[in-house]
């Protein structure tokens, strides 16, 4: 099956390229959670297309997502030859009692190992992902965590609290998500524990050592276009948001994505895409400018978006200036609501 879906996927790439020439890109992201799973030879053929058929930028962010593991080990000098110059790894915790909690096929140990292989082999451009708020797990267990993976110096840490949601094994096995006072107090311990070894958060759940911010996502949340491609992909491009079906075997069949294929083409209007402004602006700690949001979206949605900001901050929820708003330390913990309020 991963021919036919290498298959796929590079037929997907030609129409893009074919459809709109040779298009610039800036950064690739091997999504999905296992994309490493793919044989090495899968991923230098997806690779030398892109390159192909695109302008792919000198300096372009490349990353792979992967889960730690012996069988990553083995590729990761393969894969940074192929062209990937970034990874994201999921580590979730150095704690196995935790990993064990979450279901996680790979032990601390084998996190420590693979961490330590994309030093040798010369990646230095690491991300890593670390689960919070996991119920029955205190402050030292995720303290522990973080200290330990500053001594591997990733550049990158995105991290999470857990969800519990529907058709997983926590849903069925009735796992009660941690309290709320639990949630805000591992945040703010793991964002104290990362401030205090140089990283920057910089948006809701992501941190950084300055100048390693995810540039892929960092245009996601600034509301730049971008390209998904495989099955469940998401896209933003050509003025419409669209998506492909999660079902493999349709996408073997079909990889053109449906919204080039209907009559209409699904693009955004005015209301959409002030929603997406302000669900993906406000997760940036930087926040919007007033200018912007004027020059966007006109003089009476500038001006109710002051007012209701300031009646925000007024309760602590948002940090307001002449410049622009930005959501608080508190109001990040609530950010969902503070959105719905202001669409």
């Not at 079906?245 to 053109?256: I, S, T």
């Not at 608080?328 to 609530?334: D, E, K, N």
Request: hydrophobic share 40%.
């Amino acid at each position: 099956m991963e021919q036919d879906f290498v298959e796929a996927l590079c037929r997907e790439i030609d129409f893009y390229a074919q459809r709109f020439g040779e298009l610039q890109i800036d950064t690739v992201f091997f999504g999905g959670g296992t994309p490493n799973l793919l044989r090495l030879s899968a991923v230098e053929r997806i690779m030398a297309l892109i390159y192909d058929r695109f302008d792919v930028l000198p300096n372009a962010e490349i990353t792979m997502e992967m889960n730690p593991g012996l069988g990553v080990m083995e590729k990761l000098r393969g894969l940074k030859q192929a062209g990937i110059n970034r990874v994201s790894l999921g580590v979730q915790s150095l704690d196995d009692s935790c990993l064990t909690f979450l279901g996680r096929n790979h032990t601390a140990d084998v996190s420590r190992r693979t961490l330590g292989r994309l030093r040798d082999v010369g990646f230095d451009n690491v991300s890593v992902d670390v689960m919070f708020a996991l119920p029955g797990f205190d402050d030292d267990v995720l303290v522990r965590t973080i200290k330990e993976l500053r001594t591997f110096e990733p550049q990158h840490v995105s991290a999470y609290s857990l969800s519990i949601e529907p058709g997983t094994p926590f849903k069925r096995n009735r796992v009660k998500k941690a309290s709320v006072h639990q949630d805000a107090e591992q945040f703010d311990v793991l964002r104290d524990e990362l401030e205090a070894g140089g990283f920057i958060h910089y948006e809701v759940s992501n941190y950084a050592l300055p100048g390693f911010e995810s540039r892929h996502n960092t245009y996601y949340w600034m509301g730049a276009s971008f390209i998904g491609m495989g099955p469940g992909a998401h896209s933003y491009f050509n003025g419409g948001r669209y998506h492909h079906a999660r079902d493999l075997a349709k996408y073997v069949e079909n990889p053109v994505p449906r919204a080039f294929r209907q009559k209409t083409f699904p693009v955004l209007n005015a209301e959409d895409e002030w929603v997406d402004y302000v669900m993906l602006r406000l997760r940036l700690v930087s926040g919007v400018t007033y200018g912007e949001v004027l020059e966007r979206f006109g003089v009476a949605t500038c001006t109710a978006f002051k007012t209701r900001c300031t009646e925000l901050a007024a309760q602590g929820f948002m940090i307001v200036d002449d410049r622009g708003v930005r959501v608080s330390r508190t109001g990040i913990l609530v950010l969902d609501e503070i959105v719905l309020s202001l669409v």
